[in-house]
């Protein structure tokens, strides 16, 4: 198994861990933006849940004027058809299944850890969650899009087929239009997957509200 060079942050329950949220930051953020999100998720004091907030690696990102930030791909328009560099998106995806894996190796089962992310990170739980070739417990898509548009991932695994997926975006979204994170989500229900959209009057962020729901939803995926 190649390790993964990604460093991150590590948030471990104060029972021993049989689960696992991989939570992935946006564009020129890191993982301590979301690391202090946990306690807000209302989760049960006694819960055994590992949350694993990882960097994204820096690089140069052509719409910032090659700006270097962490970034978990170059960002090469506004258009939703050629925003998201592929070559990027994939190798980003290969660190991802290797902090996957490692969660695996270290006796946690796929089916016990979810995947999410925001904007960036959210576009990355998706592309690499539909092509992980184990069954995972849940995929969560915070206010992001396809890096095909409308289109779903090539090479997607059967696997997560029917995996618990969420969806939530902000209706006054200036960054990613909320019609990105509507088209993701139609493509995903046209094709049969399992996933739940629910919008909230934010901008690109999130809300108390939202991440005690989001709180709901990991204890039902994962507890």
């Not at 989760?43 to 994204?56: C, E, K, M, T």
Request: aromatic fraction near 8%.
């Amino acid at each position: 198994m190649t390790q993964s060079s990604l460093e991150a942050i590590v948030v471990e329950p104060s029972n021993k861990a049989s689960s696992c949220v991989i939570w992935l930051h946006g564009l020129g953020d890191s993982g301590a933006g979301f690391a202090p999100v946990v306690p807000v998720l209302g989760l049960p004091g006694d819960h055994a849940i590992r949350f694993v907030f990882p960097h994204a690696p820096e690089q140069a990102v052509t719409i910032n004027g090659g700006y270097v930030m962490r970034s978990w791909y170059d960002i090469k328009s506004m258009d939703l058809h050629d925003r998201a560099d592929i070559a990027g998106v994939q190798a980003s995806e290969l660190q991802i299944k290797c902090l996957i894996e490692q969660q695996i190796a270290a006796g946690i089962p796929a089916n016990k850890i979810v995947l999410a992310g925001f904007s960036q990170g959210g576009v990355m739980s998706l592309f690499t969650g539909l092509r992980f070739e184990q069954s995972l417990a849940g995929i969560m898509a915070l206010s992001c899009y396809l890096p095909g548009g409308e289109h779903l991932p090539e090479q997607l695994a059967q696997a997560n087929k029917h995996t618990p997926i969420l969806q939530n975006h902000g209706e006054q979204d200036e960054v990613v239009p909320l019609f990105a994170g509507k088209m993701a989500y139609d493509a995903l229900n046209n094709a049969g997957y399992n996933s739940v959209w629910k919008t909230y009057s934010m901008a690109h962020s999130v809300l108390p509200t939202q991440l005690s729901e989001i709180g709901q939803w990991l204890k039902k995926v994962l507890i």
